[in-house]
């Protein structure tokens, strides 16, 4: 397979288990689970994002999607499968958003802007067609926020640059998995139309 070239090389998407809300509103870290690391690490090549990071500040759960990771690029894992062994090279597990920011601020030589996701709306959010807009400008790095559990707490809300508008449906309900948010969003800002 050859080497990748992200056709979004300033756009990272992460994933946050901590800080979250579960159902009572409480701040927990949840779980990480299989699907979503493969499942958005297959959104995140897909769409030609830069990086793709799992939070957590949990060792256990670091080293449990470490594991799961590495079946994939060595061995019987990236041999039985190469499409998957790209999908999950742009994992990278880290305990902490101010870690994540910190390397891609080192990288890229500039502040990230920050993007939150949630099933709420908010006054100050934006759309998917104004912040493709943004993402447009290549020499500034952007970090698209996905929360686990009820959301993410306000505090990071707090910290946000930007703020998406939520997914609606027709109807009331509105608790999509995460990775079906994160392919929904990733093909509204980067599809092809």
Excluded at 74 to 92: D, H, Q, T, V
Aim: hydrophobic share 40%; aromatic share 10%.
């Amino acid at each position: 397979m050859e080497a990748y070239s992200p056709t979004a090389p300033n756009v990272s998407i992460a994933l946050l288990h901590y800080p979250v809300y579960n159902k009572n509103h409480d701040v927990v870290a949840t779980a990480v689970t299989n699907l979503d690391l493969h499942d958005i690490a297959r959104s995140a090549r897909t769409f030609g994002l830069y990086r793709y990071f799992v939070i957590t500040p949990v060792a256990e759960q670091r080293s449990l999607s470490e594991r799961i990771r590495a079946h994939w690029l060595e061995g019987y894992g990236a041999a039985y499968n190469p499409k998957r062994k790209a999908a999950l090279e742009l994992i990278e597990v880290i305990d902490s958003l101010q870690t994540a920011l910190a390397q891609l601020e080192k990288k890229f030589g500039k502040p990230v802007k920050v993007i939150v996701t949630g099933a709420q709306g908010r006054d100050n959010s934006i759309d998917c067609s104004r912040l493709a807009q943004l993402l447009q400008n290549r020499g500034q790095p952007y970090l698209l926020l996905f929360g686990t559990g009820w959301g993410m707490t306000e505090e990071v809300f707090g910290q946000a640059d930007y703020v998406l508008g939520p997914i609606k449906g027709p109807g009331d309900y509105n608790h999509l998995a995460v990775r079906s948010a994160a392919a929904i969003i990733l093909d509204r800002l980067f599809g092809n139309r």
